[in-house]
């Protein structure tokens, strides 16, 4: 009797027990997670690995760790050495690195004079503290800038656990930073015009990822952002004339041709496997210079005529900001892999429907899981021999021009309603 009552009670609970089941698989959290889980387990080139045992070019026995920070800690020494003169003289900076660490780790200096009022000081910690603080910094002011925009706290928890966040860390890079200059001067321009013209002004310490906005504003008429942008710029760039003198910002507007020029031309399969554009792309196939150049003006244009027509299409907000920073990324020609936190941010927002009455359906969440994992797919795809970064923006391209054109059919004419009038208000809880 005993056996049958408990095989009655394994009968009753097995729906149950399915029905949970199916609940988690129907659950985007879970799907997202996983996703997640599979890019950290595979990371690219072998990242997460190299570092655990100091045997890559994130950290290794001559590299003291954190990547790409030894060049901001090398500008920061020589900024209080009082040799600033030397980071935007290519061979002097490649040198002063040799003798510190015996490497340069093909390291250039590329960024404009009002960036160092956000690096200045660091040296003056040991390097692995200054990398420390400067990626928990910069973090907190992406999730800060996360919080607001999404109006509810869950985002830190997804913005941490994101391979861009992973990837960022390891290689002691700014992406927190810039990604969250970039999400806040264009998230929050229709509630907090004054904000999001600051942080739009200060997103020139690397104006590759501002290009279009400016095109946008113009088209929408925001003439408060453009104004606040545009003085903040002046502010920071006035700023580091008097601090740092006039001579840096010669130095970088007309001799770092040579930097730039290695940058953009190297053949380094390494270095184009990196690469999320179409111009790098293309060139990791083997395709020529001029043919690269030509491929990457047609990504351009597409991209700029797709942001045309769905700035002043009838479409939602959401996709309107979500088509600004996937055109921005097939503008740029120079697009490396821990540059991601923009795309990942709208990704989770369009998986998750904030704002909406549903979430996407099967095959555009199967592309913003894609896109939210880039850094790791990009990696795998160019064991193959191609790079995915091109395919992928593409693909999100068209994805929203034809959300845009069914909003726009569906909803009437253009749409410049808030994403959210305050912290929660308008945001679907995920």
Not at 72 to 90: K, M, N, T
Not at 138 to 144: D, I, K, M, R, T
Not at 387 to 406: D, M, T
């Amino acid at each position: 009797m005993a056996v049958k009552h408990s095989q009655a009670h394994v009968e009753i609970l097995r729906p149950e027990l399915a029905s949970m089941q199916f609940t988690i698989l129907n659950d985007r959290r879970f799907w997202l997670l996983f996703a997640f889980g599979i890019t950290l387990l595979g990371f690219p080139y072998g990242i997460l690995t190299d570092w655990i045992t100091r045997s890559g070019d994130v950290y290794s026995t001559n590299h003291p760790g954190g990547g790409d920070f030894v060049v901001f800690y090398v500008a920061s020494e020589l900024i209080l050495q009082g040799h600033i003169r030397d980071l935007y003289d290519p061979a002097k900076f490649s040198q002063t690195i040799i003798d510190r660490y015996g490497s340069d780790y093909e390291m250039r200096w590329l960024y404009p004079p009002h960036f160092l009022f956000f690096i200045a000081p660091i040296a003056k910690l040991p390097y692995l503290a200054a990398w420390a603080g400067f990626m928990a910094a910069s973090f907190a002011f992406l999730a800060a800038i996360g919080r607001i925009v999404w109006g509810k706290r869950d985002i830190v928890f997804w913005l941490l656990v994101a391979p861009s966040t992973f990837l960022g860390v390891l290689l002691g890079q700014m992406s927190f930073l810039v990604g969250g200059l970039l999400i806040g001067s264009i998230f929050l321009w229709d509630r907090k015009p004054i904000l999001a013209g600051i942080l739009l002004g200060l997103l020139t310490i690397k104006p590759q990822y501002g290009v279009l906005i400016p095109l946008v504003l113009l088209l929408e008429g925001r003439w408060r952002v453009i104004g606040v942008a545009s003085a903040t710029a002046l502010v920071m760039i006035g700023a580091s004339l008097l601090v740092f003198g006039t001579a840096p910002w010669h130095a970088f507007l007309f001799g770092m041709d040579g930097a730039n020029s290695d940058i953009l031309t190297t053949a380094s399969k390494k270095f184009l496997g990196l690469q999320m554009s179409v111009f790098g792309s293309a060139r990791l196939l083997g395709v020529d210079l001029a043919t690269a150049v030509w491929l990457q003006g047609l990504s351009a244009l597409f991209a700029v005529v797709a942001l045309v027509a769905t700035t002043l299409s009838g479409a939602r907000r959401d996709t309107k900001i979500a088509m600004l920073v996937t055109a921005t990324y097939l503008v740029s020609p120079y697009v490396l892999f821990y540059d991601l936190v923009a795309p990942t941010f709208v990704a989770l927002w369009l998986y998750f429907g904030k704002g909406r009455e549903e979430t996407p359906g099967i095959l555009f969440s199967a592309l913003l899981i894609f896109i939210a994992c880039l850094s790791f797919v990009n990696g795998a795809t160019v064991a193959i021999g191609f790079g995915s970064g091109p395919i992928a923006f593409c693909a999100l391209a068209v994805a929203l021009l034809l959300r845009a054109r069914g909003e726009t059919r569906r909803d009437g004419g253009p749409h410049r309603e808030l994403l959210t009038k305050s912290p929660g208000d308008e945001a679907k809880a995920t």
